[in-house]
């Protein structure tokens, strides 16, 4: 492992992931900030409900950009494929989407950049696939109950470092999903208080009983 090398890949990692796409696509699709709309947050989810379907589907798929292209197409253009390597470049592109350089260091809360990044590793390293798996099964699963966004995120949150244990993923990645998890929750502390005032927006699908 270059040491050169993998300080250049994780520096590129923290600019990939600091591209702050969802206050762009506000910009670019209704001249907003989409701070300034919504919950305020710059990730998915926020595009979704104040932009749209199409522009919130984009945001997604390039917020989970952020996190793949570091691990793959970097990693492999440098040659890095330790696990420490992988685990700095992916804490890397994750720190860059929620406290981005270009933003005053305030950015999203770090869901599709985490998924991008293990992703990137499920690519990387096949023994991690089943990590992949349970916490997108996690977050379906969840979703579909509840119609919670961010409970889902939470408790795929929760799932990823179980897993990584679970698996016996090397120790640097344990601490890596340990280290997300917290501020994956963290990061959502204001949906936890709206969910305890009942005030969360959620999502009804046809089996869900409305409030009247």
Not at 121 to 130: E, T
Request: proline share 5%; with cysteine.
């Amino acid at each position: 492992m270059n040491p050169l090398f993998l300080v250049i890949n994780v520096v590129l990692a923290y600019f990939i992931g600091a591209i702050p796409v969802a206050y762009m696509a506000g910009r670019f699709y209704k001249n907003i900030d989409i701070r300034e709309y919504g919950s305020g947050n710059m990730g998915a989810t926020n595009a979704f409900r104040v932009l749209g379907k199409g522009p919130g589907t984009l945001v997604l798929l390039l917020d989970i950009l952020k996190g793949l292209i570091p691990i793959t197409l970097l990693a492999n253009i440098f040659d890095l494929h330790a696990p420490l390597a992988l685990v700095l470049i992916a804490v890397a592109a994750v720190a860059g989407h929620n406290w981005t350089v270009f933003m005053k260091f305030k950015g999203g809360k770090g869901m599709a950049t985490s998924l991008g990044v293990l992703i990137g590793l499920a690519i990387q390293l096949p023994g991690i696939r089943v990590v992949l798996g349970a916490a997108l099964l996690t977050w379906l699963v969840i979703f579909f109950i509840f119609g919670y966004v961010s409970v889902a995120s939470i408790a795929a949150a929760v799932v990823f470092p179980i897993m990584m244990v679970a698996v016996n993923a090397p120790f640097s990645m344990k601490v890596m999903a340990i280290g997300l998890c917290m501020v994956i929750v963290f990061k959502h502390k204001s949906n936890i208080r709206r969910l305890m005032r009942g005030q969360e927006n959620r999502v009804y699908f046809p089996f869900h009983k409305r409030p009247y």
